[in-house]
């Protein structure tokens, strides 16, 4: 089993940045969270694909929304994955999750995902 819990989340003006951290443990982390992924979910939206990085941290990828602005990444050593959000947009407001998988997880379908955290508010005001 894997336990993901993302911390970091915060009430900041537009413009502003945030860094949320995604702390994993457990066994087989290697194989458990090959792939790591950061969702969000709006008031009354589904549930969005942001970002995600696989376990060599050379391939990543990001939602055409947040290209440019976020930057995904990981300390395998510490078993934590980052996502850091500059240029925070009101639209930007969510809460947001990481989940993980093995290595051949779609990095855009959260079904793929093994393991979720229990996700972090992050609020954007104009």
């Known amino acids: 089993q894997v336990q993901l819990v993302e911390s970091g989340g915060g009430s900041v003006q537009a413009g502003g940045s945030l860094r949320l951290s995604c702390a994993a443990s457990?066994?087989?982390?290697?194989?458990?969270?090959?792939?790591v992924g950061w969702f969000r979910q709006g008031p009354g939206k589904e549930r969005d694909f942001v970002a995600a990085?696989?376990?060599?941290?050379?391939?990543?990828a990001y939602a055409d929304s947040v290209t440019g602005r976020f930057v995904c990444s990981r300390d395998n050593i510490n078993g934590t994955v980052y996502l850091q959000m500059n240029s925070l947009k009101p639209e930007d407001t969510a809460v947001y999750y990481c989940?993980?998988?093995?290595?051949?997880?779609?990095?855009?379908?959260?079904?793929?995902?093994?393991?979720w955290g229990q996700g972090t508010q992050v609020t954007v005001s104009s």
């Open positions: 989940a993980a998988g093995a290595a051949r997880t779609t990095f855009y379908s959260p079904t793929e995902y093994n393991y």
């Open positions: 457990g066994r087989a982390l290697s194989t458990n969270t090959a792939t």
């Open positions: 990085i696989r376990w060599s941290g050379s391939d990543i």
